[in-house]
């Protein structure tokens, strides 16, 4: 009972509506059946929903209709006994009025007579007609409509199309702009459902791509019947701030709406951001926007279905004139318009003659969806065709069960179901044509690039989406409007070590790009990340590297200062071991206690070894040496000299009128008490390894891996310089004590030299070493190793340089005597009781200083008894300690009652000295000169003692 009523209702709007109409109706044959196919077509323009001008694209797919029901009669394969005919009626592109004249289709007349509808072109004319043909179950055939929602079957069940849909056609336009790497475009549409819906699944289709939805710069709904209130709105919309950025506008609309846009675009071309749009066009209005617009949307790319142009569509279309197409109710009207001439006599308008003819010179095009056109009414043609077969005995003419018993036209519910499973190739548009469940048919698409060629505009193809596997391929150069290929973008990829910031109240492709917090963090552009430990960023800050082993290395230049310094050193040191070692017996080696001279060589040779250490890769054995060495070295060189300096402060600091021997001052006695400091310092060193094993440490810093010794700073300098720097601060105490011996006793004079030096040199290390910390391993290892070095240097220089030096004078005056005169001489007699002293080397005379310290198996003593002497009780005998005794006796009112048992006559050029002291072999005392009345008188006797000193 609903539909009844709603058919009457329906009915009587007809009867209001029916006046006035324009209609192509077929023709009908005298003899045999008849099937009508419905159609509709955008004969004219919507001018303010009014009929306009005659639209060229329409006129064609009208006339393409024609063509196909032609030869579609021609085809005895097709239809057999049954013609088939049309009713076809215009839309003037809008819904309302197509809704209107889709009444007469089921009237009275069409009830009994439609079978099925070709058409409409617009969605949302294809929505309205479907929603009304369903109810009478009259199936429906779109060449033009690619709206998603038409796939709807639960609303549009008897509705299909031989056109890809939208989804189809938005997935291209979404892999157009992937291709180019577009993140930024405007999104204008058409404010009717194909508009709408199309821009819809288009922002889906770019999800999860370069783009998203909201790198959508703006997005327009332009009225199908736009003022220029409209556009202007539309081009300040599109000139806003950060919008403007975009450089690429897809433009998914009818026709009308897309003239209308280009239109005012080219109006606003002189100036601001407009000037330079590449344009996406939808299938609409890709290829038909009228020559004057070329300009404006040069370098403009088109996404059509893909379909073989007909060239027996364009010989039928370019042989049409108003004399042969009389059937056609706008075909005068149409000519009129393309030739600019009038049938009727108008004032100034040329009379329309029969000479005019169709063709490109007149900007003739075909229409993209003729053969799509072509194809529906052979989709009706075959699925009836199958129908008959299977339904009609002998497969020929109308039979009762293809037709419904009430209206006479073919069943349309049985029709469906045979659409559904139609399929005929080739069909117009050059492939297989058939219909999925939702009534769509799956093709592909080809991209137009409208270009300049020899000064005139053309759409060529660049490129084709196949659908079975949904791949863009563009073959073909881009001709783009300036010339290079825009960048749509809204804000520039952030740099390395940068990230975006969004800008409020914009898309999110707009950003502001800002440097990452702190200088250990890289990005690629996006999300700012810190690098991890033992990691910094690159140069370009984009991703974090492997940070390189800092240590001290064989190239580096403190390395190289180091083992030059090293090296000298290892042959200074050297050369004077060698030099002790070759002269052994030489008395200025013996009077610098060789024992302890051994250990300060070898102490020396190690400082300048350890350095070595330093420089090897830091690994666990190397760190141990380290370790060790630093304070063995050390304690070798200064417990020796503590050892030497403490016997002569024993020596000159006795207690006054004491001439008892100071103990503990033999050589075998002082080599024992420098092991015995050596070994405090290797108790030391052994409990620190175990306590604290050897091991590396890696310490991270910003844009550094320093590897070195894992070692706690504070107690390691201590545990290492602790003991050492204690035997140094002892050594220079005892050196300052005995800093007042006599000034002829050089050695003393030259120990303190370098002791205060090495003080200095500590003083000045110590706050360097913990200073250069802050300034890496390199650094604070280099001071270290090159402190070792100079200390090292300062007692070789400070000690023994003068050693050397006095040992080669004194070879060279010896060297000299030996060849003034070869013939040993006596140069003194005592006699009478007396004693001798006898001191001959090579007939030459030495003084007593060379005598009494610096005995070799080249000298002899003779020495006698002396008879006491209580004359002599009142001299102090000081211990001597120099190579020259030229002090006064002193003074007589000292009063030590110690007798000395000997008496020393020295006589030299010619003169004789009687003196009186001690001569042992561990110690050598200063002798006095004795008075006149003590002096021994000479005789012949003599007593002899060999005294090896």
């Given at each position: 009972m609903r539909r009844v009523a709603i058919m009457i209702a329906l009915l009587l709007v007809c009867v209001v509506c029916l006046a006035g109409a324009t209609v192509y109706n077929g023709p009908l044959p005298t003899h045999g059946d008849i099937?009508?196919?419905?159609?509709?077509?955008?004969?004219?323009?919507?001018?303010?929903?009014?009929?306009?001008?005659?639209?060229?694209l329409g006129l064609q797919r009208l006339e393409a209709m024609v063509l196909a029901v032609d030869k579609v009669n021609n085809n005895t394969a097709l239809l057999p006994g049954i013609t088939l005919s049309f009713e076809i009626r215009d839309t003037c592109t809008q819904s309302n009025y197509a809704l209107e004249q889709s009444l007469h289709f089921v009237s009275s007349r069409g009830v009994l007579g439609i079978s099925g509808?070709?058409?409409?072109?617009?969605?949302?004319?294809?929505?309205?007609?479907?929603?009304?043909?369903?109810?009478?179950?009259?199936?429906?055939?779109?060449?033009?409509?690619?709206?998603?929602?038409?796939?709807?079957?639960?609303?549009?069940?008897?509705?299909?199309?031989?056109?890809?849909?939208?989804?189809?056609?938005?997935?291209?336009?979404?892999?157009?702009?992937?291709?180019?790497?577009?993140?930024?475009?405007?999104?204008?549409?058409?404010?009717?459902?194909?508009?709408?819906?199309?821009?819809?699944?288009?922002?889906?289709?770019?999800?999860?791509?370069?783009?998203?939805?909201?790198?959508?710069?703006?997005?327009?709904?332009?009225?199908?019947?736009?003022?220029?209130?409209?556009?202007?709105?539309?081009?300040?919309?599109?000139?806003?701030?950060?919008?403007?950025?975009?450089?690429?506008?897809?433009?998914?609309?009818?026709?009308?709406?897309?003239?209308?846009?280009?239109?005012?675009?080219?109006?606003?071309?002189?100036?601001?951001?407009?000037?330079?749009?590449?344009?996406?066009?939808?299938?609409?209005?890709?290829?038909?926007?009228?020559?004057?617009?070329?300009?404006?949307?040069?370098?403009?790319?088109?996404?059509?279905?893909?379909?073989?142009?007909?060239?027996?569509?364009?010989?039928?279309?370019?042989?049409?004139?108003?004399?042969?197409?009389?059937?056609?109710?706008?075909?005068?009207?149409?000519?009129?318009?393309?030739?600019?001439?009038?049938?009727?006599?108008?004032?100034?308008?040329?009379?329309?003659?029969?000479?005019?003819?169709?063709?490109?010179?007149?900007?003739?095009?075909?229409?993209?969806?003729?053969?799509?056109?072509?194809?529906?009414?052979?989709?009706?043609?075959?699925a009836m065709t199958d129908m008959q077969r299977a339904l009609c005995p002998g497969g020929h003419g109308l039979c009762r069960d293809m037709t419904d018993?009430?209206?006479?036209?073919?069943?349309?519910?049985?029709?469906?179901?045979?659409?559904?499973?139609?399929?005929?190739?080739?069909?117009?548009?050059?492939?297989?044509?058939?219909?999925?469940?939702?009534?769509?048919?799956?093709?592909?698409?080809?991209?137009?690039?409208?270009?300049?060629?020899?000064?005139?505009?053309?759409?060529?193809?660049?490129?084709?989406?196949?659908?079975?596997?949904?791949?863009?391929?563009?073959?073909?150069?881009?001709?783009?409007?300036?010339?290079?290929?825009?960048?749509?973008?809204?804000?520039?990829?952030?740099?390395?070590?940068?990230?975006?910031?969004?800008?409020?109240?914009?898309?999110?492709?707009?950003?502001?790009?800002?440097?990452?917090?702190?200088?250990?963090?890289?990005?690629?552009?996006?999300?700012?990340r810190e690098c991890e430990q033992g990691y910094a960023p690159n140069t370009n800050m984009t991703q974090c590297e492997l940070i390189p082993l800092t240590f001290l290395t064989w190239s580096h230049a403190w390395s190289i200062i180091i083992m030059v310094v090293a090296i000298v050193g290892i042959a200074l040191t050297v050369s004077v071991i060698i030099i002790f070692v070759v002269f052994y017996k030489h008395q200025i080696v013996k009077g610098s206690s060789r024992e302890l001279s051994a250990f300060l060589l070898t102490g020396l040779l190690l400082c300048y070894l350890l350095p070595f250490a330093f420089i090897i890769r830091p690994s666990a054995v190397v760190c141990g040496i380290r370790r060790f060495g630093l304070g063995f070295c050390f304690t070798l060189c200064y417990s020796a000299l503590l050892i030497k300096t403490n016997r002569i402060h024993r020596i000159f600091n006795r207690r006054p009128g004491s001439v008892s021997t100071p103990s503990l001052i033999s050589p075998q006695s002082q080599v024992a008490l420098t092991l015995l400091l050596i070994a405090v310092q290797v108790v030391i060193a052994v409990i620190w390894l175990v306590v604290e094993p050897p091991s590396i440490l890696l310490v991270?810093?910003?844009?550094?891996?320093?590897?070195?010794?894992?070692?706690?700073?504070?107690?390691?300098?201590?545990?290492?310089?602790?003991y050492s720097l204690f035997l140094l601060l002892l050594s220079t105490y005892f050196a300052f004590r005995a800093r007042k011996v006599p000034q002829n006793f050089n050695e003393a004079k030259f120990i303190n030299l370098t002791l205060y030096t090495i003080v200095i040199i500590w003083l000045a290390f110590i706050p360097t070493y913990f200073a250069t910390s802050q300034l890496g391993t390199i650094f604070q290892t280099s001071s270290l190793v090159l402190g070792i070095a100079l200390s090292a240097t300062t007692t070789l220089c400070c000690l023994f340089a003068p050693k050397v030096y006095f040992l080669f004078s004194q070879m060279k005056k010896e060297y000299q005597s030996s060849e003034n005169d070869r013939r040993p001489r006596q140069d003194s007699i005592c006699s009478?009781?007396?004693?001798?002293?006898?001191?001959?080397?090579?007939?030459?005379?030495?003084?007593?200083?060379?005598?009494?310290?610096?005995?070799?198996?080249?000298?002899?003593?003779?020495?006698?008894?002396?008879?006491p002497q209580p004359s002599l009780s009142h001299y102090k005998l000081p211990v001597l300690t120099s190579m020259t005794d030229k002090e006064p006796p002193p003074s007589s009112t000292d009063k030590t009652t110690q007798t000395p048992p000997l008496i020393v006559t020295h006589s030299s050029a010619g003169y004789t000295h009687s003196l009186a002291g001690y001569v042992t072999r561990e110690e050598l005392y200063r002798f006095v000169p004795l008075p006149p009345s003590v002096s021994p008188t000479p005789s012949t006797s003599t007593c002899s003692l060999h005294h090896d000193i």
């Open positions: 099937v009508i196919l419905g159609a509709l077509f955008p004969v004219h323009k919507n001018m303010d929903n009014q009929c306009g001008d005659v639209l060229d509808v070709v058409g409409a072109a617009s969605s949302s004319v294809s929505i309205a007609v479907a929603s009304l043909l369903r109810l009478f179950k009259i199936p429906q055939i779109s060449y033009a409509s690619t709206a998603e929602t038409l796939s709807d079957r639960t609303r549009f069940d008897y509705f299909f199309r031989t056109i890809p849909p939208d989804s189809l056609q938005t997935q291209v336009m979404a892999d157009l702009i992937d291709h180019f790497n577009w993140s930024y475009v405007y999104a204008l549409h058409s404010d009717d459902v194909y508009g709408t819906v199309g821009i819809q699944a288009l922002l889906k289709a770019l999800e999860g791509r370069n783009c998203s939805e909201t790198c959508v710069a703006t997005q327009i709904s332009v009225p199908v019947v736009a003022t220029s209130q409209d556009l202007d709105e539309v081009l300040l919309d599109m000139s806003r701030s950060w919008v403007n950025n975009a450089s690429v506008a897809v433009l998914f609309g009818q026709l009308a709406t897309a003239v209308k846009v280009l239109e005012a675009v080219d109006r606003s071309r002189g100036s601001g951001p407009l000037k330079n749009i590449t344009w996406i066009a939808s299938d609409a209005w890709g290829d038909q926007i009228p020559s004057h617009l070329y300009p404006v949307a040069h370098g403009m790319l088109a996404v059509l279905p893909q379909a073989k142009h007909s060239q027996q569509f364009d010989d039928y279309f370019t042989g049409l004139t108003p004399l042969n197409n009389a059937d056609n109710p706008w075909f005068s009207e149409y000519w009129e318009n393309v030739f600019n001439c009038s049938f009727q006599p108008v004032a100034g308008v040329r009379e329309c003659d029969g000479n005019d003819r169709i063709s490109v010179n007149n900007e003739y095009r075909q229409n993209s969806k003729v053969p799509f056109a072509i194809d529906a009414v052979y989709a009706f043609a075959h018993p009430r209206t006479n036209a073919v069943n349309g519910e049985l029709l469906q179901t045979y659409l559904h499973n139609v399929s005929f190739s080739p069909g117009a548009s050059a492939r297989e044509i058939s219909f999925d469940a939702s009534g769509d048919e799956q093709g592909s698409f080809i991209i137009k690039n409208l270009q300049l060629e020899s000064g005139q505009h053309r759409f060529r193809q660049v490129g084709v989406w196949t659908a079975s596997n949904a791949m863009l391929s563009l073959h073909s150069d881009v001709e783009w409007i300036d010339g290079d290929m825009p960048e749509s973008v809204c804000s520039v990829k952030c740099g390395g070590g940068q990230y975006p910031e969004r800008v409020s109240d914009q898309a999110a492709c707009c950003w502001i790009c800002k440097r990452c917090l702190g200088n250990r963090h890289v990005s690629t552009g996006e999300k700012c991270y810093n910003d844009f550094s891996t320093e590897l070195k010794c894992g070692e706690s700073p504070y107690i390691g300098i201590s545990a290492s310089f602790g009478n009781g007396g004693i001798h002293l006898i001191h001959q080397r090579n007939s030459s005379t030495y003084g007593l200083t060379s005598v009494l310290s610096k005995g070799d198996q080249s000298e002899q003593l003779s020495v006698c008894p002396l008879p």
